[in-house]
């Protein structure tokens, strides 16, 4: 069975920082690419970053550039997000998805990022 | 980057009946390389991930109920349900994946009238 379970989200105030992860199981990890995708609250659906199945390509929406580092560890199965000099606009839900050849066909559950002072 | 736009953003459909919800790309998310559509079609529930219904616009996920239909190419798309049941309630977004960041649509939310 594909899970992925996302952590680290939580309270933090502007101007700092937070570590997502997302273990992952049930596929082969190394052949995918994998995505984050956040929703704030009452929004829509933010497409945030998306990594190549060896690191070795990145993409990023335009508001988190230089702020968001997307990574992963194919030993461990999982994908992170590093998030740093966070705004209040960057609260939202945060999801990984698994990204099968143009779609995200399996996502984890969700963890919540709360950016306020 | 590729701008993705839908209408309606409400929509009120009665048990049974048809609904259709557009979406249309600010340039092709055509490939000319394998003549596919970068398209696809999520539903989302409060409370619960985003769920794919559909991807190269027009493909069905395993699984997912065949009262769900996406067809259109280029620029133009439409997701359709045929016979709108009670647990089709929900907002749902198309999104390109033709070229990176990979955008979505504004939303729908579809309720029952």
């Known amino acids: 069975e594909v899970q992925l379970v996302e952590s680290g989200g939580g309270l933090v105030q502007p101007g700092g920082s937070l570590r997502l992860s997302c273990v992952t199981s049930g596929f082969t990890f190394s052949n995918y690419w994998m995505t984050w995708v956040r929703q704030a609250p009452g929004k829509g659906l933010q497409w945030v970053a998306n990594?190549?199945?060896?690191?070795?390509?990145?993409y990023y929406v335009d508001s988190v550039k230089g702020r968001f580092t997307i990574s992963r560890d194919n030993a461990k199965n999982s994908l992170y997000l590093q998030m740093d000099s966070l705004r209040a606009e960057d609260t939202a839900v945060y999801y990984c998805?698994?990204?099968?050849?143009?779609?995200?066909?399996?996502w984890g559950q969700g963890t919540l990022v709360t950016v306020s002072s | 980057d590729i701008v993705m736009t839908q209408s309606p953003d409400s929509l009120a459909v009665s048990l049974g009946e048809r609904a259709t919800i557009k979406c249309k790309s600010s340039q092709s998310v055509l490939s000319s390389s394998n003549n596919k559509n970068y398209l696809t079609w999520f539903q989302l529930k409060p409370g619960q991930p985003p769920k794919l219904l559909i991807y190269w616009a027009s493909t069905r996920e395993s699984g997912v109920p065949d009262r769900f239909s996406g067809s259109g190419s280029g620029t133009d798309f439409t997701l359709t349900i045929s016979s709108l049941q009670a647990e089709d309630v929900a907002v749902y977004f198309c999104q390109q994946y033709f070229s990176p960041p990979n955008t979505f649509g504004q939303g729908t939310n579809l309720e029952i009238k």
């Open positions: 998805a698994r990204d099968a050849d143009a779609r995200c066909d399996y």
């Open positions: 990594i190549k199945r060896d690191g070795s390509e990145e």
